[in-house]
């Protein structure tokens, strides 16, 4: 059983940063990818950024140059640090994982449970 626990939401004011965290834990063998989306109301889930085992990223527009994904390897942690934030950031952040539970088994998708990012003044 894998569980992907995020933090870091909150209320901020335009212009202002946060940083998004997401632990992955239990039965791990290794992870492949480690990336986040985000979902705001009435819009579809969109992926913002991605980091890849081998450490290169992939970022959407609307993050480059703002957002900066990172992630700690022995903690099986991502990060997203999101600076210049704007009202169009606005939404529920969710953390997505591409995860081999055991050394001979396929790799399975798991995901947590969001943390609202509200930016506003």
């Known amino acids: 059983q894998v569980q992907l626990l995020e933090s870091g939401g909150g209320l901020v004011q335009p212009g202002g940063s946060l940083r998004l965290s997401c632990a992955a834990s239990g039965s791990i063998f290794s992870i492949n990818t480690m990336t986040w989306y985000r979902q705001a109301p009435g819009k579809e889930r969109e992926l913002v950024a991605r980091?890849?085992?081998?450490?290169?990223?992939n970022y959407a527009d609307s993050a480059k140059d703002r957002f900066t994904i990172s992630r700690d390897s022995a903690k099986n942690t991502v990060y997203l640090q999101m600076n210049s934030l704007k009202p169009e950031d606005t939404a529920v952040y969710y953390c997505?994982?591409?995860?081999?539970?055991?050394?001979?088994?396929?790799?399975?998708?798991?995901w947590g449970q969001g943390t609202q990012v509200t930016v506003s003044a």
């Open positions: 997505n994982a591409v995860i081999r539970t055991q050394r001979f088994t396929g790799l399975r998708e798991y």
């Open positions: 980091i890849i085992s081998g450490g290169s990223r």
